[in-house]
Structure formats: C-alpha cells, structure tokens
C-alpha cells in the first residue's frame, strides 16, 4: 500500500518508484528464490567448513594432491573457456554471417551439449579419442595421447562449455549494423582494421560474457571429464572427482574444504570478470 | 505487496510439507513395504529373492509384502542411507560401508555384524581376472600382473567396493607368499618376518597400480573400459559378475582366469535399526534377511554366482565354484577399520604409490 501512496505523491518520475508495477512482488520473489536455491546452500557450506577448525581447513586444502588437482581444475577450464572464446566466435560469425544448406541444422547443434546428459558426452568422447578409437588410434601413431591425459579433460570442458559463447555473441553480431562497416570500408579501412575497430569493440561485452559462463561451467564439470580423465591421483584428478573421493570416504569436512575454495575462486573469477565488463563500459560511453 | 510476498511464500511452505508428509509410509496390517539399499551386480539376485520371499511371507503371516530396491555404487548407497534414504534394511559390498552407517549416523547398533551367523554374510564371493580370448599374455596367477608388458584395469580403491576387495587380494596374495602362513601375523615372535614381508607387499601392489593406466571411479566404469573400450589385458572383478556373464564371453573375445589364491569377499546385510524402529518393520525385516540364509535363499545365491554358505548348497554347486585357496581380511589387513586407516585413508599406502 505504502508504494502505492508514493506514486501517487510524486507526480513527475522520481527517485524511488518504478514506471513498471510490482517492484514489491517480483523482488521479494527474487529474494526468496535465490535464497532457497543459491544463497542458503552455499552458505550452509561455508557454514559447516567454520566447524573444522582454520588449520584443519589450511592443512586439508594445502595438501599437494589436492592443490594440484584444482590447478588441474582451473587450468583446463581456463583453456577450455579460451579455445570455446576463439572457435565458438567463429561458429557464431558463421552462423550469422553465411547462408548454406543445413545452416538450421547445424544451429541446432550448438546447443546438444547442454542437452545432452554429461556422461554420455563423456564415454562419447572417450570412445572416438581413446586409442582403439577413431582418432585416438591415429593421434597415437603421431606419438602421443588424447584420452586420459589433460588435453582429453580440455576437450571434455570445451565441448560442454561451447554453447555458451556461440549463443552469447550470435545476438551480438545479428544486432550489429551492416552500414557500420560498409562505412568503415569507404573510409578506407582494411578488412582486418574493420574487424579489429568496428566489429570486435561491438561484440567484445559478449564474448566476455560468454567466455566467463564457459569457465564457469567447466569448473564445475564433473560427469563427463571422469570418463575421459584416466582419474591418477597427481596426473589427471580433478578437484570435483576429489571432492567425491573424499566423500566416497566419509571425509565431509574434507570435501567442503575443497568446495569451499572452489566456490570463492570461481566467485572471484567472475567478479573479475564483471569488473573488466563495467570498466569496459565505462570507459567506451567516456570516449 | 511486501506483506503479500510473505503470505505467498508461507502458504508454498506450507503446501510442501502436507505434501510431504503424505508420501511417508502408511501402516496398516494387511501389507507393508520394505526398502532394500544394495550395490550393483546384485540387482538380479534380489530380483528373484524377493519374489521367493513374498510368497514365503504371504504363507507364513498373511501379510502382502512389497520390496523395493535401490542399486549403486556401494560407498554412495551407505552415504544415501547416511543422509536419509529411508531403508529397513541394507545388503552392501563390504562391512566397512555398513559400519559407516553406524558411525556417521547412528543408524544401526554399534554390533551389527555379530548379530547374523556367518559375519552378517549370507553369501560370499571372491575376486578373479577376465582376459583377452585365447589368454595370449598367459595371465594365470597374481604374480602375472607385475609383469611390466601386462596392462591391468580396476578402479579406484578410494571410490569403489570391489576396487578394495581386489587391492587387499593383492596384498594378502603377496603377504602369503612372503609368508607361508598368515598366522605368523599379529604373533610378536614373527614381528621381523612380517614387518619384511609387508614391504614387499607393498612393492609388489605398488607394481601392480603401476600397470593400471586408468583409474575408474566405479566397477561399471572399469567394466567399461575393459569391455567397450578394449583397454588393458586384464581386468579384475568380482568372481560372480564374471561367471555372470560368462555365456557372453565368447562373444566379447574375453575369457575368465581364477588365481589360484584369493581373497574370501564377504558382502554384509543387516537391519538399520532406527528406521524399522519408526516404521514399525523390524520383524518382517528380520526375517528378509533370515531368509538369505535358508535353503531357498542359499540356492538362489547360488545360481546368481554367489558362493553359498550353506555346505548342502556348496556342494550341489560344486561344478560352478573353482576350488582355490581363500584368504579373510581379517588374516591379512586385521580388519576394514585397520585396513582403511593403513591403505586407504588419505595419506595411506594406496596414497603413497602416486606420491611424487
């Protein structure tokens, strides 16, 4: 009722209220919603790592098998989210730019990692690139193997993470203005330069974006890096099939230890992620 | 609207919890439903138990019985009944998961195992090897898999059951022949001996991870792998999941070896008690498990390649259980709570192979 009465107060649009109705409602709905989903979980995890003591804590996640799985971890999601920057650009300027046949089907595509149930992307995978596979058998002729070393991890976190950036940038580069660079061209700008300063300033808020919910979402993967990791302790373990471990083993405090430093990393990661976006902006409406 | 928004998220409240309350178990004479949490590969044993056992049930009591099963990976399913999967009774891969329950939970009373004849193990089974057709890297023994051209698969001992099974047959297969007799272990006289020979177990187990060049976290996985993905010139598995697809063999190209020494893997069941406590099923739940150990319950164990308990049984099926020499874990590691803190707790010997 209170909102209600400042609207009717304030005649010209004002600091507080909204031109569009049902802040109240949809707010305390956001609220409420995250909380059961996001904020009380995660806290609950943070909560129950205070129980274990700070040495505990530094020992547990200190310790070099731990420490070397969630370089593993990181490492591999962060290439993973790099190769998915650079190829999914391509996809997704393929996909807008070009007219050929079967372009709905290959559309189509882009999404089927995130349908499709991780394992089974995972023993896929592990089929085409161990080396009685398709191509595993002939990558091992040139001396080295996929599956169950890192790269069949990186591969593993590439596939699922590449709908993200193809499907951020394509609404990018279909907004982007024909003119613009035809404009560009009768300045007399070269392809490259058309692409480096028209086209690439345009799309770059949302290749970051897609680049940073890749990273996000390999971090966390587990389900289909387990088939293809080979899983040795030190080698190719990776900081979620820890975690598991320790579970498997009853080890809870241990488990959430490592969650817990996965959880701020990420977090951190992200908000780094969203600081470069904001002073991107920032300084672009400055020039 | 804030006040709305609090009604609103109440009343959900509210709805949730009549909802879930009314799924919770009914009680009334005429029938009543048990839940039976156990690991994989018993899925058709239970399958036809349990139809055994109803229409045992029905004669004996009148009372209709329903039986539900949950299959998975061992360690999950304790960790499931830990967290509050609602079972009346749990048939798992090794008493440690079963002990976990009591320790974590509370669940069960602190002497569980002693409470059913034979350790709480109705049936048992052993630990054996499946090999390429024709066998052409002649694998017959445990002496075979340190041999630096054979490549071994088994999962990981810190995830998966069976994966601990096989590593302690490992290690009791090499303390016996350090040995001669495992009774030296534990006796102070022979404490120079043991402690010598339980060095070369560990290079000898040691030897054998270093021939595994995947680790799976889970018997299917590995199964998987071996099978499908044609990695690896041997894999080891529970004895009755490898007799169990025996007639499958020939047409995977696979073949099954028995050492001729093992371990004697004994899967534990027992009631949990708080949760037939509240259900009120403690008697028909008794008598589930008391039913494995009868002769109906002995010979279905039979037939799914369980090894019997039963000597009437055993010997009826004689035919399908090679005659090898069996070790307990209790001769060789003192137990799952030693075995787990020596092998496979974080930092232990399993640990130690990876090390650097």
């Not at chain 2, 055994?52 to 209709?64: A, C, I, L, R, S």
């Not at chain 2, 350790?119 to 630990?127: K, L, M």
């Not at chain 2, 976290?217 to 792998?225: D, I, K």
Request: aromatic residues 12%; charged residues 15%; hydrophobic residues 45%.
């Amino acid at each position: 009722m209170n909102s209600l009465l400042t609207v009717g107060k304030n005649i010209l649009p004002a600091k507080r209220s909204s031109v569009i109705p049902g802040f109240g409602l949809t707010m305390g709905f956001t609220l409420f919603y995250m909380s059961m989903l996001v904020l009380i979980p995660l806290g609950g995890l943070v909560l129950f790592t205070t129980s274990m003591g700070w040495e505990a804590f530094w020992q547990s996640i200190t310790d070099p098998r731990v420490l070397s799985s969630l370089r593993l971890s990181f490492g591999a999601s962060f290439i993973a989210a790099i190769l998915n920057a650079f190829f999914g650009l391509i996809v997704a300027w393929v996909l807008v730019r070009y007219t050929f046949p079967f372009k709905k089907v290959i559309d189509a595509l882009v999404d089927l990692p995130f349908a499709l149930p991780t394992a089974v992307s995972g023993i896929a995978l592990v089929t085409i690139y161990s080396q009685n596979g398709i191509v595993g058998r002939y990558v091992e002729l040139l001396g080295f193997q996929i599956a169950f070393t890192w790269i069949g991890i990186v591969i593993a976190l590439t596939l699922i993470g590449l709908p993200f950036v193809v499907r951020t940038v394509q609404p990018a580069l279909e907004d982007l203005e024909k003119e613009l660079e035809e404009v560009a061209a009768s300045l007399g700008a070269t392809r490259w330069q058309t692409f480096k300063r028209v086209i690439f300033p345009a799309i770059q808020p949302s290749l970051l974006t897609g680049f940073a919910m890749a990273l996000a979402r390999a971090i966390g993967e587990y389900g289909s890096v387990i088939f293809i990791a080979g899983n040795m302790p030190y080698k190719t373990e990776i900081a979620p099939l820890l975690i598991v471990i320790k579970l498997e083993q009853f080890d809870y405090t241990g488990a959430t230890a490592i969650a817990v430093v996965m959880l701020i990393a990420a977090f951190l990661i992200l908000l780094f992620i969203n600081l470069i976006q904001w002073w991107n902006r920032r300084y672009s409406d400055e020039n | 609207m804030h006040h709305s928004m609090r009604y609103i998220s109440i009343i959900g409240f509210l709805i949730l919890s009549i909802g879930l309350t009314a799924c919770s178990n009914n009680r009334d004479g005429a029938s009543a439903t048990l839940l039976n949490v156990s690991y994989d590969p018993t899925r058709e044993l239970y399958q036809e138990l349990n139809r055994e056992f109803k229409v045992y049930w029905k004669d004996k009591t009148g009372q209709t019985v329903t039986i539900r099963m949950s299959h998975g990976g061992s360690g999950s399913q304790s960790r499931a009944v830990i967290d509050g999967l609602d079972a009346d009774v749990v048939t798992l891969a090794l008493a440690h998961d079963v002990t976990a329950i009591q320790q974590n939970a509370g669940l069960i009373e602190e002497y569980w195992q002693n409470r059913l004849p034979e350790n709480s193990a109705p049936y048992t089974s052993t630990i054996g090897f499946l090999v390429r057709k024709g066998n052409p890297l002649n694998i017959q023994d445990w002496d075979d898999l340190i041999r630096p051209d054979v490549s071994v698969i088994t999962p990981n001992p810190k995830t998966s059951g069976v994966a601990r099974w096989n590593y302690l047959a490992m290690w009791g297969y090499a303390l016996q022949k350090e040995l001669g007799d495992l009774s030296k272990i534990g006796n102070p006289d022979y404490a120079g001996e043991v402690a010598m020979a339980e060095a070369k177990a560990k290079e000898f187990v040691a030897a054998i991870y270093r021939n595994v060049p995947v680790l799976d976290s889970a018997a299917r996985g590995a199964t998987n792998t071996f099978v499908q993905r044609g990695i690896g010139d041997v894999l080891i598995n529970w004895e009755n999941e490898i007799l169990l697809a025996g007639f499958t063999l020939d047409v995977d190209g696979l073949e099954i070896v028995i050492p001729q020494t093992s371990i004697l893997a004994e899967p534990t069941v027992s009631i949990v008690d708080k949760n037939v406590d509240r259900k009120g099923t403690r008697e028909i739940a008794q008598a589930y498990l008391e039913f494995l150990y009868s002769e109906t319950g002995q010979e279905l164990a039979a037939k799914h390649y369980y090894r019997p308990r039963s000597e009437v049984v055993a010997i009826k099926y004689e035919e399908r259980f090679p005659q090898i020499q069996l070790f307990t874990i209790d001769e060789v590691a003192g137990g799952w709570h030693n075995a787990n803190t020596v092998h496979f707790r974080d930092g232990g010997i399993f640990d130690q192979f990876y090390q650097n």
